[in-house]
């Protein structure tokens, strides 16, 4: 009879530790997912490199949590990025930046470098220029552009004793584009180019300018540009022959090449742009669009090739 009384009391207790066991159990599995959750690292920089360079370095950032980094920035300037895993992105440093710390965002946080990354561009390229560095437009050409302009960029550097006699020879251009994995020559000219004077300061402050002169050196087949003559202004030029229409198939890019000479007090830079069509005249970002611009050439006792691709896009 004992034992028949006591039954229920050992059911009603079992029952009180099981369900005890059943809401400690729910209770472990609530928290081990909150943990999963909410642990997870949060988006930090532990270490850049290089820590300073010109405008264009590669610069790898190395942290955590960085795979859903959406955006990332040199003070207020944006950058081009690349992420390679959840520990380490490579940044280009942008146009125009100045020392400051890297900040990379996601949709959720944001976290910068525990110090500034430092811009040291190169002493030789006066202060007004604009592009102090080569770089590839990560924004490709719109829809519908179906033609392409090589041009180049010549200027003195009043820096420079003597920059009065200063020239840039320009012996032959040369504009190729790649499409469907084969390369086709759009424009092939031989000391043949046109252009003209644009303002310097501020950098292309305005699309008005006027005739540039260019002389002329038979033995060479070059055209010569006397910047040092016209220290004051931008000697920008392109190819004499007419734009010519871009390949049929996938686009994969373009190749500028000129072989050029440089004396002391000048510079040289080259660059291209894709416009709608081979006849559509110039409108600033609507009937052309910039691919980009090389490095800066510097003087040399010799020829040299000058060269600026976007074939691959950016260099990370």
């Not at 584009?177 to 252009?195: H, P, T």
């Not at 050196?217 to 931008?234: C, I, M, P, T, Y």
């Not at 709608?276 to 609507?286: D, L, Q």
């Amino acid at each position: 009879m004992l034992v028949l009384w006591l039954l229920p009391e050992c059911f009603r207790a079992y029952w009180r530790v099981h369900l005890a066991c059943k809401l400690a159990l729910a209770a472990i599995l609530l928290g081990v997912g909150s943990r999963a959750t909410g642990s997870a690292d949060p988006v930090e920089i532990l270490r850049i490199s290089p820590t300073s360079g010109p405008e264009g370095t590669r610069v790898e950032v190395d942290g955590r949590s960085l795979q859903n980094v959406d955006a990332v920035f040199f003070g207020d300037s944006k950058a081009d990025f690349k992420l390679f895993s959840a520990e380490k992105l490579v940044a280009l440093v942008p146009h125009r930046a100045v020392s400051s710390a890297i900040t990379v965002v996601t949709s959720s946080a944001r976290a910068s470098s525990p110090f500034a990354f430092v811009v040291r561009n190169d002493p030789r390229i006066p202060e007004e220029v604009s592009y102090k560095a080569g770089y590839v437009n990560s924004v490709s050409a719109p829809m519908g552009f179906s033609s392409a302009m090589l041009w180049g960029i010549a200027i003195a550097d009043t820096r420079v004793a003597g920059y009065e006699s200063a020239t840039v020879e320009v012996a032959a251009m040369q504009l190729s584009c790649r499409a469907d994995g084969k390369d086709v020559v759009l424009n092939d000219d031989a000391g043949n180019i046109r252009g003209g004077f644009f303002r310097r300061n501020p950098w292309f402050g305005t699309n008005e300018n006027e005739p540039m002169p260019v002389a002329s050196d038979e033995q060479n087949q070059a055209a010569v540009l006397r910047v040092g003559q016209r220290a004051d202004r931008v000697w920008h030029f392109w190819s004499g022959s007419p734009r010519a229409a871009s390949p049929s198939g996938k686009p994969a890019g373009c190749t500028v090449k000129a072989r050029v000479k440089i004396s002391p007090g000048a510079l040289l830079q080259m660059g291209m742009d894709y416009w709608r069509n081979t006849t559509v005249g110039y409108g600033s970002g609507g009937n052309n669009h910039e691919a980009g611009v090389s490095n800066w050439y510097f003087p040399s006792e010799r020829w040299q090739e000058a060269v600026f691709t976007d074939i691959g896009g950016p260099r990370f």
